[in-house]
């Protein structure tokens, strides 16, 4: 299996411009998250899907945040409009049967939003 | 609220030491605790998984122990290498609080010189 698998692997964006990021998990694996990396903050759950379906969603910073799941091997996070503060290395993990067998994660995209 | 700490932030040895990096967690009411490793500018790299009704697991130069009831998790490395120079972060799946969610320490940040 090639893991999770993450694009773009760098993005760096004007402020104000709509930024999406992709993710496919593992085939079969069943739940997807979504994760933030700060040196400030460490690593934070943004949103975090079982079966496709969006189960908390308290991480998200904002409503220029949002996240989506169409179908088991691909989801989404946008940012709209993008803000310099949203510059981070943001991670995708995918785990099989709710984190019982542990978490995998992809190699990241770092966004810089100057 | 589950809180997790690794002690200590840094560490600096010569190759060749063995190396113990601690994790402490706030609740014991947990379903599995995992240890990855994070190379600078790299995605996190599972190292162990340690489900709550285990005291160990070991996989090469890695020996990860768990103490749910003290809230402990242990990571030895023995004969340290200058390779094993990277960031060793612990999460915990909570059982509580209904959520799939890792929570993640703040890190261990190792380097190991010739």
């Known amino acids: 299996d090639a893991g999770v698998i993450q694009s773009p692997r760098h993005e760096v964006t004007e402020m104000g411009q709509e930024v999406t990021l992709r993710c496919k998990p593992i085939?079969?694996?069943?739940?997807l998250f979504w994760y933030r990396q700060t040196m400030m903050r460490g690593l934070e759950l943004l949103i975090y899907?079982?079966?496709?379906?969006?189960?908390?969603d308290s991480g998200m910073p904002e409503d220029r945040f949002s996240a989506k799941m169409p179908n088991a091997s691909f989801s989404t996070l946008k940012i709209q409009p993008s803000e310099p503060r949203d510059s981070a290395v943001y991670f995708c993990?995918?785990?099989?049967?709710?984190?019982?067998?542990?978490?995998?994660f992809g190699s990241g995209t770092r966004l810089t939003v100057v | 609220k589950q809180e997790v700490t690794q002690i200590p932030a840094a560490l600096s040895v010569p190759e060749g030491e063995n190396l113990v990096l601690n994790c402490s967690f706030t609740?014991?009411?947990?379903?599995?605790l995992q240890w990855f490793r994070q190379d600078p500018g790299k995605g996190l790299t599972s190292l162990l998984l340690?489900?709550?009704?285990?005291r160990e697991q070991t996989s090469g130069r890695l020996n990860a122990s768990l103490d749910k009831s003290s809230g402990r998790s242990t990571l030895y490395i023995a004969a340290s290498q200058p390779g094993d120079s990277a960031t060793y972060l612990c999460?915990?799946?909570?059982?509580?609080?209904?959520?799939?969610?890792?929570?993640f320490g703040t890190g261990t940040r190792l380097q190991v010189f010739p």
């Open positions: 999460a915990v799946r909570p059982s509580a609080y209904n959520t799939d969610k890792l929570i």
């Open positions: 993990a995918s785990s099989l049967d709710r984190g019982n067998y542990g978490y995998t």
């Open positions: 340690i489900q709550s009704s285990q």
């Open positions: 899907f079982n079966n496709n379906v969006p189960i908390d």
């Open positions: 609740d014991s009411a947990i379903y599995n």
């Open positions: 085939s079969g694996h069943n739940s």
